[in-house]
């Protein structure tokens, strides 16, 4: 690919496309979205509202985060709060496909409702081809692809561009590059649109998003010297005993997935040393539900690579 012809091409269409209508971006701060973002700037400037939407789903201080980048670049920015919407249409889901599909709708019913206020014409998304081909195939349903699954966009009154639906991830971190954005996104970690919802097993409450996140955020801050290609935190929902304060207890488990690979499609687990495996099990038993930590040394496939 010809990074600075795929860049003034895909300005050109979205120019092409969109003409004088207000568009919407739905940024979630992933490398995908915010190049997404900037090249839907560069195409339409002021046109473009960037919509930032937080599900109470996203790592430790995310939203403030992503939000900042986008205005330190210019990028007109709105961040809305739906936490408790999001909960409430999870309160009481397991099985991983109807978690997805009702993060998905609440997605779509919030945007919707953006897209109406902001009376915006066209929506853009981060898709890439991973995204496709593994919903295409059945892997899963990615809560960001609609026409390839049989949902009619129109139904939420948008249409949607999908500028990077035909990139693998190592393409959008090379645009990311050219776009001159910072190495903080060029790089970034997948997260997926349903963020920690895709590492808790069984049901997501405010109790057990707050325990993955505060795993998460110990996983990612003592893995990053490894350059991983995801590293997170999984919550399970089995429990098992340990000893707490000296006394039996029934507690949770938490899971470290670590993993290398190139586009998503498979991956390896990484090689950590026992060493820091164990200081971070010593920091995840001192969340005060934990009373185990594992490490997950499965490849995908058989695998995924997130737990829902
Ligand atoms: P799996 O778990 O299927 O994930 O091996 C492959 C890659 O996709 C990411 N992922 C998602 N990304 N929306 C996204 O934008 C989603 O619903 C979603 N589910 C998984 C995952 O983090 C990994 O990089």
Do not use: W
Request: charged content about 30%; hydrophobic content about 40%.
């Amino acid at each position: 690919m010809e990074v600075k012809r795929f860049i003034a091409k895909t300005t050109q269409q979205i120019k092409k496309t969109v003409g004088n209508q207000k568009t919407l971006v739905a940024c979630s701060g992933g490398v995908d979205s915010v190049v997404c973002t900037i090249l839907g700037h560069q195409a339409l400037g002021k046109k473009l509202l960037a919509i930032f939407i937080d599900s109470g789903l996203m790592r430790d201080g995310e939203p403030e985060e992503v939000t900042k980048i986008l205005k330190k670049f210019g990028v007109k920015t709105k961040l809305i709060r739906a936490r408790a919407k999001f909960l409430k249409a999870l309160r009481g889901k397991v099985d991983p496909e109807r978690k997805r599909k009702a993060f998905r709708d609440t997605f779509y019913k919030v945007l919707g409702q953006a897209v109406k206020t902001e009376k915006a014409k066209f929506l853009i998304q981060g898709t890439i081809k991973a995204d496709i081909i593994e919903t295409q195939g059945g892997v899963k349903t990615q809560h960001n692809v609609l026409e390839q699954i049989g949902i009619d966009p129109q139904k939420y009154g948008l249409k949607v561009l999908e500028p990077l639906k035909e990139l693998f991830k190592p393409e959008v971190r090379q645009i990311a590059k050219a776009l001159n954005l910072p190495e903080e996104i060029s790089e970034r970690m997948p997260f997926p649109g349903p963020g920690l919802a895709t590492r808790i097993v069984g049901e997501v409450t405010p109790r057990r998003v707050k325990i993955v996140r505060e795993a998460t955020k110990i996983i990612e801050k003592e893995l990053h010297q490894l350059k991983p290609f995801q590293t997170f935190a999984v919550l399970l929902s089995d429990k098992a005993t340990g000893i707490k304060g000296g006394k039996r207890a029934l507690g949770n488990i938490i899971v470290i997935r670590c993993v290398n690979s190139s586009n998503a499609m498979t991956a390896k687990p990484s090689k950590i040393s026992f060493e820091l495996l164990q200081k971070i099990q010593k920091k995840i038993t001192k969340i005060p539900s934990i009373v185990r930590v594992c490490y997950d040394l499965t490849p995908k496939p058989p695998a995924t690579i997130e737990y829902i």
